[in-house]
């Protein structure tokens, strides 16, 4: 009798997010990453007929699936809820990372910016700038502050391809 595979199950959120908290055993591919990964994932997904994709709520590892489909990927499933419904259902995350968020970061950066424009008035176009970059992060998803962020020490010692990953 053949031993049935364990689902693949690929975290599709991003590498910070990964690293904070995860499901034991999945498999850590961004979503900006998934296009780049998809022939080496191709001949996995095939073999493995149990490919399960989440990220934080559902709605990023949806729209990793459609690329995978519209690839030739085989079948893969959307984990209905993501991690916060894996949470609620009492399955297992494991953490590699604390401290504050990237996000949390930037907006304690961008509310100082902001605050510092406002009061000092030799750095008044701190505001606007502030402001541009958020408008600009938020239309593209993609914070050019956040990969600034991503590589200062505390956010991860050393190198930061080094932080394990399972």
């Known amino acids: 009798m ?6 693949m199950i690929i975290d599709v959120r991003s590498r910070d997010e990964y690293l904070r908290e995860h499901i034991p055993g999945s498999r850590n591919i961004p979503l900006e990453h998934i296009q780049e990964s998809i022939e080496e994932l191709r001949e996995e997904l095939w073999q493995n007929p149990a490919v399960i994709l989440t ?4 709605r990023r590892a949806r729209e990793a699936a459609q690329l995978l489909k519209a690839q030739g990927c085989g079948d893969v499933v959307v984990m209905e809820g993501g991690i916060m419904g894996w949470k609620k259902q009492g399955g297992e995350v494991r953490s590699l990372k604390t401290g504050i968020s990237i996000m949390r970061q930037v907006q304690i950066v961008v509310g100082a910016l902001i605050l510092l424009g406002f009061f000092i008035e030799p750095i008044w176009f701190l505001v606007p700038v502030a402001g541009l970059g958020m408008l600009v992060a938020g239309l593209t998803g993609t ?19 080094s932080c394990p990953i399972e």
């Not at 053949?2 to 689902?7: E, Y």
Request: aromatic share 4%; charged share 15%; with cysteine.
């Open 2 to 7: 053949a031993k049935a595979m364990a689902p």
């Open 143 to 161: 914070c050019a502050m956040a990969s600034v962020l991503a590589k200062l020490p505390w956010n991860c010692p050393g190198n930061v391809e």
């Open 55 to 58: 990220c934080r709520s559902g």
